[in-house]
């Protein structure tokens, strides 16, 4: 199994910003995607962004423009960048591994991370 482990969390003050790192251990064969996830107290998990293999991105409307999502390969480690950020944007930020294999052939299996606090407010 892959261990996800995020950081970066934080108390930010609105416009401020923030970047979350999500290193993956172990070594992992192929990876589908790799997104970032939030969760605000009372709401549903929501997708806030995702970069495919292929190096496609994707973002929810609510933070186009503003956050950046990338990879290092090397590192196995995923980061996004928060910029200009907004009360609303409180939550917690959890990354996630899509459909990985860590052997060929193996069994495709999904990681998700603990969670890293993100809070913006003055």
């Known amino acids: 199994q892959v261990q996800m482990v995020e950081s970066g969390g934080g108390l930010v003050q609105p416009g401020g910003s923030l970047r979350l790192s999500c290193a993956a251990s172990?070594?992992?064969?192929?990876?589908?995607?790799m997104g970032w996830y939030r969760q605000a107290p009372g709401k549903q998990r929501e997708l806030v962004a995702t970069?495919?293999?292929?190096?496609?991105?994707n973002y929810a409307d609510f933070v186009k423009g503003r956050f950046t999502i990338s990879r290092d390969v090397a590192k196995n480690t995923l980061y996004l960048q928060m910029n200009s950020l907004k009360p609303e944007d409180t939550a917690v930020y959890y990354c996630?591994?899509?459909?990985?294999?860590?052997?060929?052939?193996?069994?495709?299996?999904?990681?998700w991370g603990q969670g890293t606090q993100v809070t913006v407010s003055s």
């Open positions: 970069l495919t293999s292929d190096g496609s991105t």
């Open positions: 996630n591994l899509n459909q990985y294999r860590l052997t060929p052939g193996g069994p495709y299996r999904d990681a």
């Open positions: 172990g070594s992992i064969f192929s990876i589908n995607a």
